[in-house]
């Protein structure tokens, strides 16, 4: 068989027999299905004995309950097919649900690929309350954006943005040899399995394809004001689970730093929800009341926000874990500072991104006068960074860094990162100049295995500086893979940090990264990291343009913060210039 649909089931026989008699309509024939039934149930097994259909199926069941995830695993793990195909038993497929996946799947370039179909919405019962129905309306404006009739959802996002959207699960695909690689689902979780492994995938360098005319129609027939609570209530155990137990820390579940990490507005709010979960939870009662006799969209609004929060934190606080515990399981935020040349600017160009070594130094001072320590790039990686602690970044490898650095080197043992361009070494800048700026050398080959051995960390800046998502697939591995290879050639050691040039970055240039083996790698993104994807870090930009106050500002938050003020300003100035004047 070259497919297998694997339908985890428990007491629902009827929705069941539903779908796979729609299954028996799939205008792809070369496919099994492995229904696995999560617990005993007579109806079951009487079902498994007498139903005929066209199509080879395996009934199989757990002999008490497991969850979903288990069972889902049992399935994959029984099937015959090259490629899994995941459904739930309250769906109705459209018959050429395997044909869109198997087209899919064909034209994928890629060979760690997962694909995801649109899921539809069909209510079922009527609806038992106004918050209900909100709630509905919620959960299927959410799935219109995340599953458009045209087009495709944002796939070029890396980092949290990622990692908050990417999921697997209901009607998706993928090898079975890569799903039992990559260990399947979490058998642990109730509930979050499919946002917890589409991480999983996601940091592991898959690449995700949807297929918009592979539709599902999920026949709902939950009390959504009552399963919605339920769910946020798992999610707090299921995310200090992940955090704690399995060492996950990543957008999805990065509220529990919300102690210690953020804002001060969202470290004051979750203070406040952590002091008093239950408070948020009377609130929530008050606003479902008004919800439901008035049909306010205002107290709606209300009554999730504040659910949502009470459920989860009384979770966590219910776990036993304490304050401190977060806050130790938080860890510091990671600060990269973001150097270029140490010279001198000429330019106004030169100005954004060059700042002189005497201005450097005093950057330097500045940090360490506000308690910041300079850490080890790879301190970073191991997850061992002091409370307060820069990370030097170098990109390009110019070589006015040999007179500045090597005497810091030398006299305070530091270990800056250099990124250096590995088929560029002892030459030019030419990506400068073809547009426009003056040439310059970079480090010469002496002068970077000489820094090396003081310390350096050598990362690497792609083979020539090519702006690499609009590359092949053979080119692109080319400067990721072949300048990895070089210069641990040349210097002899792993080379685990990889900086993209530009900052030009999308999910296939992540998955080259990834494939390739590299740790850690460096956008130009501002700001702060914590939970954050290894392969998509911020930067603090430091250059010639910023004051003091400025370089202050983006030690503290990473963020410029006076263009913050300036660029909110315009947008309200644009807001309020764009209103109606009165007659």
Known sequence: ???????????RTDLLTTLLLALC????????VVVVCDGADEEYTALGNSFVAPIRIQWLAHASNHGLAAAR?????????????????DVVPDANLLLRHDTQQAAGAHAKLAVFGRTLERRQVPFRSHTDRRMQE?????????????????????????ERSVFFGLNCSIARESFLKEGGFDEQLRSDEETEFGCRLYRRGYLFAYAAD?????LNSKDMARYYPACWSRSGLNDLYRARDRGQRCAQNAQLAALRHGTFLERWVASMVWLSPQSLLRVASIAQ?????????????????????GEYWTAVQGSGVTRDELRTLAGPAARLLMFHSLSAPRSKEEASYYLSGTRFRRVL?????????????????AGELPRKSVVLTFDDAYDDLYPELVPMMQRDRIAPLLFVVAGRIGADNDWDQRQGLRARRLLTLDQL????????????????????????????????????????????????????PFGDVDRRVRAAVAEAGYKGAVTTAPGLNWWQDPLALRRIDIHSSDAGWDVVGKLVTGRDVRSGIRNQLKRQWASLSSRPRSA
């Open 1 to 11: 068989m070259k497919w297998s649909v694997v339908i985890p089931t428990w007491h």
């Open 25 to 32: 309509r799939q205008t792809f024939t070369d496919f099994e």
């Open 73 to 89: 695993n049992t399935g994959a793990a029984s099937a015959t097919g090259v490629f899994l195909l995941f459904l739930d038993d």
């Open 138 to 162: 919620s959960w299927e404006t959410h799935l219109a954006q995340a599953f458009p009739v045209q087009g495709a959802p944002d796939m070029q996002c890396v980092g949290e943005e990622a």
């Open 214 to 218: 592979a539709t599902v129609e999920h």
């Open 289 to 309: 009341a008004v919800t439901d006799a008035t049909d306010s969209r205002l107290s709606f609004a209300v009554w999730a926000r504040a659910r949502r929060l």
């Open 365 to 381: 001072k500045m940090a360490a006068s506000l308690g910041y320590v300079r850490a080890h790039p790879n301190d970073l990686l």
């Open 449 to 500: 295995r000489e820094m090396h051995q003081l310390g350096a960390v050598i990362g690497s800046h792609s083979m020539t500086h090519a702006s690499l998502p609009s590359l092949s697939g053979g080119a692109l591995r080319r400067e990721v893979r072949d300048s990895k290879n070089r210069l641990e050639d040349l210097f002899g050691g792993e080379v685990a940090w990889f900086a993209y």
